[in-house]
């Protein structure tokens, strides 16, 4: 009754949470990669899956001494390096949804805004619909932002309302 241990259920929080902080530690250098590259505008990949400046950025680490990034890339499965296109894409998408919900609360506690919109097609023929908010943001200083694209147009560019402002 002394020996006051942990509970097996308190032990294996423990254990997920050491797993969870050390999985954190593992990303941070693969997310700042993308971040970097993407707040610079440079490409993230290159010709090959292997190429490019993310892969570039991520060997500079290495090479810098990040010695927990060095240990996740020569110790883990190829499955769970957390470097392919597709996690890429995943944490581009992440970081957008980020950026947008920042963007909604600045907009959302602003004086007034107004909603900017432009339809266009690309250059597959598929329409798109650009969505921009302007606002004041609480410095006092009018911010435009892009807040993304939707493809999701039901109506044809004949069919909108027109609105008259006299």
């Known amino acids: 009754m002394s020996n006051k241990e942990k509970s097996i259920i308190d032990q294996l929080n423990t254990a997920q949470q050491s797993q969870i902080e050390q999985n954190r530690k593992r990303l941070v250098p693969i997310l700042s990669s993308i971040v970097f590259c993407a707040t610079h505008d440079l490409t993230i990949r290159g010709k090959l899956s292997c190429s490019g400046n993310f892969h570039d950025l991520l060997k500079f680490c290495v090479e810098s001494g990040d010695s927990v990034l060095s240990e996740h890339l020569s110790t883990c499965h190829s499955k769970s390096k957390y470097t392919s296109h597709r996690i890429q894409n995943e944490f581009i998408l992440l970081c957008g949804n980020v950026l947008c919900d920042q963007i909604i609360r600045e907009v959302n506690s602003s004086l007034s805004f107004s909603l900017l919109t432009d339809e266009t097609f690309d250059i597959a023929g598929i329409?798109?619909?650009?969505?921009?908010?302007?606002?004041?943001?609480?410095?006092?200083?009018?911010?435009?932002?892009?807040?993304?694209?939707?493809?999701?147009?039901?109506?044809?560019?004949?069919?909108?309302?027109y609105f008259d402002f006299c």
């Open 127 to 161: 329409e798109q619909l650009s969505i921009g908010v302007r606002y004041v943001d609480s410095s006092k200083t009018i911010r435009e932002e892009f807040l993304g694209f939707t493809t999701n147009i039901r109506c044809s560019w004949y069919s909108y309302l």
